[in-house]
C-alpha cells in the first residue's frame, strides 16, 4: 500500500501552459505538505495545510494554487508555466504540527520540465 | 535569518565510520530531523533529536547540541546502498511545523 502518491510521476509541458499535480496519503494523517527540489537539490517548503485549512504560505508566485478537498488529499495548480518551474515537486503528509516528534512521510515525487 | 550548513559531498570505504555534519542558525528550535534520498527517490525519515545527546538506531546515529547549533549523522558500517544524499532539516518554534532544509551531503560509499 503507498502511502503518500503523487500523480503524475513526470510531466513535460510548454511555456505558459497550467498543469496541475494530485497528491493523496493514506496514513489519516491531519498536515500536507507541498515541496519544491531545485537542481542543486535543495528541498524548499511552499505550502502546507492543516485539516485543510492553510498554515504555510511561503514567497511563492500566485501562479501557485494549492487546493485541499479534505485532509487526504492535496493537489498543486500552476499557471502560465515557466522554464524556472522545472524542478522535481514532493508532497509529504505528517501527524501533528508544533512540538509533535512525527515525522513527514514523502511522496514520489514530480518531475516536472518546462520547455 | 535561517541558516543551515552541510558538506556537499563526502566520499567513504565500505565497512568504515562516517560522520556528516550540520550547523544551523534558526529562529527558535523545536527539532532536528535527518533525511535519506536515493537519487531520484522521496527523501525517507531516519532520526530526530530535539534533547542534546546521542540517539541510536541500528548503524545510524544521531547527536545534536543546541547550544552549539549543531548535529551529526554516524554511519556504522557502511554499505553500498548506503550511498545517497542526507538532508537535515531543523523546525523553528512557529506553530506551523515548518521544516528548514540544508542543501544536503551527497555521500558515496566505495568498495
Known amino acids: 500500500d503507498t502511502a503518500v502518491s503523487q500523480t503524475p510521476k513526470y510531466l513535460v509541458t510548454q511555456m505558459g501552459n497550467d498543469k496541475s499535480i494530485k497528491c493523496e496519503q493514506n496514513?489519516?494523517?491531519?498536515?500536507m505538505y507541498w515541496y519544491k527540489q531545485d537542481s542543486k537539490k535543495f528541498l524548499k517548503i511552499m505550502f502546507s495545510?492543516?485539516?485543510?485549512?492553510?498554515?504555510i504560505n511561503e514567497t511563492v508566485p500566485n501562479r501557485f494554487s494549492p487546493k485541499s478537498p479534505d485532509k487526504a488529499h492535496l493537489n498543486l495548480h500552476i499557471n502560465s508555466l515557466e522554464l524556472g518551474d522545472s524542478a522535481v515537486y514532493f508532497c509529504?503528509?505528517?501527524?501533528?504540527?508544533?512540538?509533535?516528534?512525527?515525522?513527514?512521510?514523502f511522496g514520489p515525487g514530480t518531475r516536472l520540465t518546462v520547455t | 535569518g535561517q541558516n543551515i550548513d552541510q558538506p556537499t559531498e563526502m566520499t567513504a570505504t565500505e565497512g568504515a565510520i562516517v560522520q556528516i555534519n550540520c550547523t544551523y542558525q534558526?529562529?527558535?528550535?523545536?527539532?532536528l530531523f535527518w533525511y535519506q534520498q536515493h537519487a531520484g527517490e522521496a527523501p525517507t525519515f531516519l532520526s530526530y533529536?530535539?534533547?542534546?545527546g546521542l540517539e541510536e538506531k541500528g548503524r545510524f546515529s544521531s547527536f545534536l547540541s543546541r547550544s552549539k547549533g549543531y548535529s551529526y549523522l554516524l554511519l556504522k558500517e557502511l554499505q553500498m546502498k548506503d550511498s545517497a544524499s542526507y538532508l537535515c532539516?531543523?523546525?523553528?518554534?512557529?506553530?506551523?511545523?515548518?521544516?528548514?532544509f540544508g542543501q544536503g551531503t551527497t555521500l558515496q560509499v566505495k568498495p
Open positions: 509529504a503528509s505528517s501527524q501533528g504540527l508544533f512540538g509533535s516528534p512525527y515525522e513527514q512521510y
Open positions: 496514513l489519516g494523517h491531519d498536515t
Open positions: 495545510y492543516n485539516n485543510k485549512e492553510l498554515i
Open positions: 534558526t529562529s527558535g528550535f523545536n527539532g
Open positions: 533529536n530535539v534533547l542534546d
Open positions: 532539516a531543523v523546525r523553528g518554534r512557529s506553530n506551523t511545523g515548518k521544516l528548514i
